[in-house]
């Protein structure tokens, strides 16, 4: 069974970071809807070509048209084993969207990492990212506004995941090696220790 994992939290919780390393362990893709709305416009797919004027205008991609390049990137050889979806879903009806797809490819998720991060530490996290890298979107004020939009929007799917029973929270405000150790176990407890 193909192992499809969810990282949930908010922005700045650590998500890229831990996808990224169990991408790497597992040896399966990390999907992120961002990048691969960038690499379909890049590359002049039918999707892309659809995308990049919504992109340009700096307007939101609609959901069908995210879930059309999940699907067609879950098709490829490499997703065969399983994915990891970093920063999908991020409202009740993507994670909607997200169940119907992998219903219709046979598969279910696995999991659900919510990585569990207070406010402070995420906006000293972002503040210091922003100004190591020099990126002017990243201010106090601008993370605070994040995380309501966070708390409004993507928060909800908390209970819905509770629900299915594949919620698992991960404490992420520890060091990334704690906290990636916690992620690689949960994900073995939700897939029975079926993983190598």
Do not use: C, W
């Amino acid at each position: 069974m193909p192992v499809d994992v969810v990282f949930f939290g908010p922005p700045g919780s650590g998500k890229g970071t831990q996808a990224t390393r169990l991408a790497s362990t597992l040896g399966i893709p990390q999907i992120s809807t961002g990048d691969l709305l960038r690499e379909n416009v890049a590359r002049g797919t039918e999707l892309g070509k659809i995308a990049k004027p919504v992109m340009e205008s700096g307007a939101l991609v609609s959901d069908d048209l995210v879930i059309r390049m999940l699907k067609e990137r879950l098709e490829q050889p490499d997703a065969a084993a399983g994915a990891l979806f970093d920063g999908f879903p991020r409202t009740v009806p993507q994670a909607e969207a997200l169940e119907h797809l992998l219903q219709e490819e046979g598969r279910s998720l696995t999991a659900v990492l919510f990585i569990d991060v207070p406010d402070a530490p995420i906006v000293e996290r972002l503040v210091k990212r922003a100004a190591r890298e020099g990126r002017a979107d990243d201010t106090p004020e601008t993370v605070a506004a994040r995380l309501r939009i966070y708390r409004e929007k993507t928060a909800p799917l908390a209970n819905l995941y509770r629900d299915r029973g594949v919620f698992r929270r991960i404490d992420g405000n520890r060091p990334v090696e704690a906290v990636a150790t916690d992620v690689l176990a949960a994900v073995k407890n939700a897939s029975g220790g079926k993983l190598g």
